[in-house]
């Protein structure tokens, strides 16, 4: 069984300030799927990045990903005041077929 | 544009089946895979498991013996069933257009507490 681990769990920032997150996974793990999305409190997950590098539509250049193998990273260069969120990576093709980190919560410093 | 709406008890007892069903418009039923993602308060995303009307079912090996996930087409839904619940499967339950390798589209969520 794949495990997906996020750090940090918590990452305190201010508004303008890049954000730099990131995703372990216990094995290798094609490119292809790797898939990175944003939560806000008491909305759905939105799709942010997937094949590790690719924006999903209407995601902006702000958000990019990146890594290869068991290390991943998502990066947010400036932050907006509508990116304070949590962030799940996700893996596809292990055991289970879908996997998810544990989350990293992105707050106001 | 595709749209989810789960609907469903929002209370179930414990012992019993859970059972949600997930409407989906803007795409057909046929076209792609659909997954069901379970969220418990203030924690994590868990898979449960996808389908695909006509290749059949993949469910999280954690969760497999209680599980059923199927679709009706005729309807454009896709349903999932939980028996023998507990408290620990008290969460949201979101389903998710399932593309490729990763889930593009998903309905809001809807909370089931499971308690007597």
């Known amino acids: 069984e794949i495990v997906l681990t996020q750090s940090p769990v918590t990452l305190s920032l201010s508004p303008g300030e890049g954000a730099t997150l990131s995703c372990r996974a216990s094995?290798?793990?094609?490119?292809?799927?790797l898939a990175w999305y944003q939560q806000k409190p008491g909305q759905a997950p939105r799709l942010l990045i997937y094949?590790?590098?690719s924006r999903a539509t209407g995601i902006p250049d702000r958000f990019s990903g990146s890594g290869s193998g068991t290390d991943f990273t998502l990066t947010i260069s400036r932050l907006e005041p509508e990116d304070f969120a949590v962030y799940y990576c996700?893996?596809?093709?292990?055991?289970?077929?879908?996997?998810f980190g544990g989350g990293t919560k992105v707050e106001i410093k | 544009q595709v749209q989810l709406q789960e609907s469903g008890p929002g209370l179930v007892k414990p012992s019993e089946t859970l059972s949600l069903t997930c409407t989906v418009s803007?795409?057909?039923?046929?076209?792609?895979?659909w997954s069901w993602i379970r969220q418990p308060p203030g924690k994590g995303l868990e898979w449960i498991g996808d389908?695909?009307?006509?290749?059949?079912?993949n469910y999280n090996p954690s969760l497999k013996s209680r599980i059923t996930i199927s679709v009706d087409t005729s309807k454009n839904q896709l349903s999932l069933k939980l028996s023998s619940v507990t408290a620990a499967d008290t969460a949201v339950y979101h389903c998710?257009?399932?593309?490729?390798?990763?889930?593009?589209?998903w309905g809001q969520g809807t909370l089931v507490t499971v308690s007597s």
């Open positions: 998710a257009r399932h593309t490729a390798s990763h889930l593009d589209s």
């Open positions: 996700q893996e596809y093709g292990s055991s289970p077929l879908l996997s």
């Open positions: 803007g795409d057909s039923i046929r076209n792609s895979y």
């Open positions: 094949g590790a590098s």
């Open positions: 389908i695909y009307f006509s290749r059949g079912t």
């Open positions: 094995q290798s793990v094609s490119s292809s799927y």
